[in-house]
């Protein structure tokens, strides 16, 4: 018999061996994690709640996400430890790899976060890429807020953190982030805001996202709000589709721009030793909506541009105000100077903290109407 027969029947025996996958999990033997809420508790430890959906078969109706979600909470010393926990309180196996949103309360985030997120990237089962919150109240409180046409709260906060793109009040910062962010030593740290709020009509717990907690190192500083934010991811390139609107002199008009483009520069410069630094922002505008009558010509434009350079420049000086204030680098000015001056940079590394609210800043703003997409 030839070899090639033989070997071909070695490999179909040897097939037929194998009559499944080992270590397989049925779906109405599981139950997936979507949310993870921490909250600070006594004696030094934090309580975590879940937010889980069960999953059935194909061929049993309705398949996939059944009912409303359930919650398990336990206490403990870690995340770690909790999850042990919360494993033995179900009869599902609990699945960790698809959670998409991390909220931690403030409570929790001003004791430090360091510690929570040494041991939440060292879990192989939770994602990098998984977002990271923090809410002024109890963490847990965001599970009971109605999130409209949504079931599950983690596919309400991702809807929510993607949606802040039209106005530039917050950006997405995921685990992963957090975690370099606080382990290297050139930048400091900023995680978006939710908030819990009563609906004006419905009188139910809502949800919405806007401002950032703010970081030096692993320590918390302050909430920055949304028109800061704005000019800090303009500042760092990542403002986009942000709503800018002018007023006349009378203050009878208003004049809303949608800010479809931005590129910041930023440049150091060293002089007797004193640092200082020029931020050149590029801006481009469409005119979005005039309120009453306006003549649009090329006069106009001209004055519409200087006003809205003016205003991004007050913006922006606002914003250094603020982090200077604070003693918090968040556009990386360490890293900037450190790279376009590193012999230099051993004198001032050591008394950065003080230098750095010293710092003179220059804003230079060029903006763009590029369409008025309008007939008057």
């Avoid at 999990?25 to 921490?38: C, D, P, Q, R």
């Avoid at 760092?236 to 709503?243: F, L, R, Y």
């Avoid at 630094?277 to 001209?302: G, N, R, S, Y």
Wanted: aromatic share 8%.
């Amino acid at each position: 018999m030839p070899k090639r027969v033989i070997s071909i029947m070695v490999l179909i025996i040897m097939l037929s061996t194998l009559t499944g996958c080992w270590g397989r999990e049925e779906l109405n033997e599981i139950a997936i994690v979507h949310t993870l809420t921490i909250d600070k508790e006594e004696n030094n430890n934090i309580r975590v709640t879940v937010e889980i959906s069960q999953t059935v078969p194909q061929g049993q109706a309705p398949s996939g996400l059944r009912g409303n979600p359930v919650y398990l909470s336990e206490v403990g010393e870690t995340i770690f430890d909790i999850a042990r926990k919360l494993s033995a309180n179900t009869s599902r196996t609990l699945i960790w790899g698809h959670i998409s949103g991390i909220v931690f309360s403030k409570e929790v985030a001003q004791e430090g976060l360091k510690k929570h997120f040494d041991i939440l990237t060292r879990l192989r089962h939770f994602r990098n890429m998984t977002n990271v919150y923090i809410t002024d109240g109890k963490a847990k409180d965001i599970l009971s807020a109605d999130v409209p046409l949504q079931k599950l709260t983690s596919i309400g906060l991702t809807g929510l953190i993607k949606a802040q793109k039209s106005n530039a009040s917050t950006k997405r910062v995921t685990q992963m982030q957090v975690f370099q962010t606080l382990t290297n030593d050139y930048n400091d740290l900023t995680i978006p805001a939710l908030h819990v709020y009563k609906h004006p009509t419905t009188e139910k717990l809502n949800l919405r996202v806007g401002g950032m907690y703010v970081f030096a190192q692993d320590k918390l500083i302050s909430y920055m709000d949304g028109e800061k934010t704005k000019s800090y991811l303009r500042a760092i390139n990542e403002s986009k589709e942000a709503e800018e609107t002018l007023h006349s002199q009378e203050k009878t008009k208003s004049f809303s721009f949608e800010n479809t483009h931005n590129s910041a520069k930023i440049i150091p410069h060293l002089q007797n030793g004193i640092p200082s630094v020029t931020i050149e922002l590029h801006a481009e505008f469409d005119v979005a909506e005039v309120q009453k009558e306006t003549k649009i010509d090329p006069e106009q434009l001209e004055k519409w541009k200087d006003q809205l350079n003016d205003s991004l420049k007050e913006q922006m000086m606002a914003f250094i105000a603020y982090t200077k204030k604070n003693k918090v680098d968040l556009i990386g000015i360490k890293e900037i100077v450190h790279r376009k001056y590193p012999k230099q940079w051993k004198d001032l590394e050591k008394d950065w903290d003080k230098i750095y609210p010293e710092i003179q800043f220059q804003v230079v703003v060029k903006s763009k109407i590029e369409h008025t997409f309008l007939l008057l």
